[in-house]
């Protein structure tokens, strides 16, 4: 005699909308595990070819059977579940590898190119074959950060902040224009990161000096030029060029210590920036009145921030190795 297990109420539910099916309860068996929803799914979705998905249940992946996961959240058959279901997708797999002869700081990626930032003070510009095809170099200590800017789909600009205490514009073209565009100057210690607005016409940067500064990026003629004397070791000789150095457009004060990352809400316009530092703080600022709108304390060292347009959330990553959320439209996180 077939062994009948029990049955229990699902509704599935998908974001994914070429995959939705019936809003309706279905009768299910608690056995089934990720392989026999994924055969539901597909049953409903009359696919020729069988496409394996995972499934949620309140925001985490099911690992187990259904009647598994009853017993440990403490519920009964009774009890309609409502599953989410996306399309499952393959670990990543190494195509290439980007051999650097020191630690790697930052990686961004533009249209057909992959950006590094070194460690050795270095820029390299890289295809998707791990080929390194052009190397800026001009910091005198590790490039912190990088990040990229396509102007009118032409050519990327791409932005990088040292521990020498610069920001550095370079021009990614590869014939006439490329290289060095113009250097700001202004930080008094390393800068931890650089961030382009959405326009690409400002970029702002992070300090170990406590501030964070506005640069422009567009055409002016308030650069200075300067000549500055490079040290080539392996040449054992020194070379004088001319370079452009630019002031900060602004300075934003509030933090009493380091500041470690900066981004821009470019879903207001650009016209929002948020930051984290060693106070434990997350701030927003206005960018028109450079003011230090709303601030947000937490209790540990923030390293990384991130934005999100789309929950309108800041997210920073901690040196106590959490992620935390943060909504600037309530006074909690």
């Known amino acids: 005699m077939a062994l009948v297990h029990p049955q229990i109420q699902v509704r599935f539910t998908t974001k994914q909308r070429q995959y939705i099916v019936t809003d309706s309860a279905i009768l299910v068996p608690t056995n089934l595990r990720r392989y026999g929803l994924s055969e539901i799914i597909n049953h409903l979705l009359d696919t020729e070819k069988p496409i394996p998905f995972d499934f949620m249940i309140n925001g985490e992946f099911l690992r187990c059977s259904l009647d598994e996961y009853l017993k440990n959240a403490g519920l009964s058959t009774e009890t309609t579940l409502t599953i989410e279901y996306v399309e499952s997708i393959l670990p990543p797999r190494e195509l290439s590898a980007f051999q650097h002869d020191d630690w790697i700081s930052s990686v961004k990626i533009d249209q057909s190119m992959i950006v590094t930032g070194s460690y050795d003070n270095k820029i390299r510009i890289w295809n998707t074959f791990g080929e390194c095809e052009r190397t800026f170099s001009g910091h005198d200590a590790p490039v912190k950060s990088i990040d990229l800017y396509c102007v009118q789909g032409e050519h990327t600009i791409c932005v990088s902040a040292s521990q020498d205490r610069t920001v550095r514009a370079w021009s990614t073209l590869e014939e006439g224009g490329g290289g060095l565009m113009y250097e700001c100057r202004g930080h008094k210690n390393s800068v931890e990161c650089v961030r ?84 434990y703080s997350v701030r927003m600022w206005d960018i028109e009145s450079r003011v230090n709108v709303d601030t947000k304390n937490s209790d540990k060292v923030i390293l990384c921030i991130a934005y999100s347009g789309k929950s309108k959330l800041v997210a920073t990553g901690h040196s106590d190795k959490s992620i935390r959320l943060w909504d600037f439209r309530s006074q909690g996180k």
Request: aromatic share 8%.
């Open 196 to 279: 382009f607005d959405a326009h690409g016409s400002q970029v702002a940067s992070a300090s170990m000096d406590s501030t964070i500064n506005l640069w422009n990026t567009l055409p002016s003629n308030e650069d200075e030029l300067v000549t500055t004397e490079t040290s080539h070791t392996s040449r054992k000789k020194h070379e004088i060029r001319p370079i452009y150095v630019r002031k900060a457009e602004a300075t934003l004060l509030g933090h009493i210590g380091p500041v470690q990352a900066v981004v821009y809400d470019d879903e207001y316009g650009s016209k929002r920036l948020y930051s984290g530092g060693w106070d």
